[in-house]
């Protein structure tokens, strides 16, 4: 069994992301291990990038911090590895694919295997379009995860026959970033997923609060905070993983 699959065996996983070198790398893996320790169950690893389309200003304005601050790919590779010495937990890189293609599909792929990563959510690559990727991440036994927006509509069925890992289903239209309120029929899609996949599903975008954690978590296997995560991390900077980890075991004891 996959680390991704035991993630999701003891109950509704809570998925933190970070972005990786905001402010600095050093915080960044003691927000990550701040973030285990107070019950994440899986950790979504931004690599920055300047044009990060799916993002909100949060996250975007967090991927230029990084990048100002000199983070490059290889160094979030030496994080991973670090990161490994002190935990289990599954861990996925949230990128883009201009990222992994300027960087060598194969060589990035080869990689992420090498030093433990679990798991690449692309989220500008069409499904169509997934065989740039998808052969490699199978050859190296990384789960290339699936996002099933509201707009997925009658693809939603073929995405989810075709999914590893988990499935990423996106709360609401737009960016990511944080919502007062989810209005998107979630039950609907997800009645779809699980008519056609036994892999588990995960809810994201505009999850901010224990109460939209407890109410997305009765609906899906699992649930994707970011931006709430990011915003602890611009406040209080290189102090924010204590802060990081309060949160997490909120939003975490909210679920259960």
């Known amino acids: 069994m996959s680390r991704i699959s035991k993630a999701f065996k003891s109950g509704k996983a809570f998925i933190a992301f970070i972005t990786c070198g905001d402010p600095d790398l050093e915080t960044t893996y003691q927000a990550v291990l701040e973030a285990i320790d107070n019950g994440a169950d899986l950790i979504e690893l931004g690599i920055p990038f300047s044009d990060p389309t799916a993002e ?30 002190k ?4 861990l996925v890189f949230m990128t883009y694919a201009n990222k992994v293609f300027s960087y060598g599909a194969q060589c990035f792929i080869e990689t992420c295997k090498r030093i433990g990563i679990d798991g690449l959510i692309l989220p500008d690559l069409p499904f169509e379009e997934k065989e740039e990727f998808l052969p490699l991440c199978q050859k190296y036994h990384i789960d290339l995860i699936s996002l099933i927006a509201p707009t997925s509509a009658n693809r939603i069925a073929m ?5 590893s890992g988990f499935i990423y289903i996106v709360s609401s239209l737009g960016v990511t970033g944080i919502r007062n309120e989810i209005k998107t029929d979630l039950k609907a899609i997800i009645d779809v997923v699980r008519q056609n996949t036994q892999i588990p599903c995960a809810i994201g975008f505009g999850i901010s609060t224990p109460q939209q954690a407890c109410d997305m978590s009765k609906l899906a296997d699992g649930v994707i905070v970011g931006s709430a995560i990011v915003k ?12 990081v980890g309060s949160y997490v075991k909120q939003m975490k004891l909210a679920m259960l």
Request: proline fraction near 6%; avoid cysteine.
């Open 56 to 85: 909100g200003p949060v996250i975007q304005a967090a991927s230029l911090r990084a990048l100002k601050a000199g983070v490059t790919t290889d160094k979030i590779f030496d994080l991973v590895v670090r990161l490994r010495q």
């Open 87 to 90: 935990t289990d937990v599954p």
């Open 159 to 163: 995405i989810a026959k075709e999914a």
């Open 232 to 243: 602890i991390l611009e406040q209080y900077g290189k102090d924010a993983p204590v802060h």
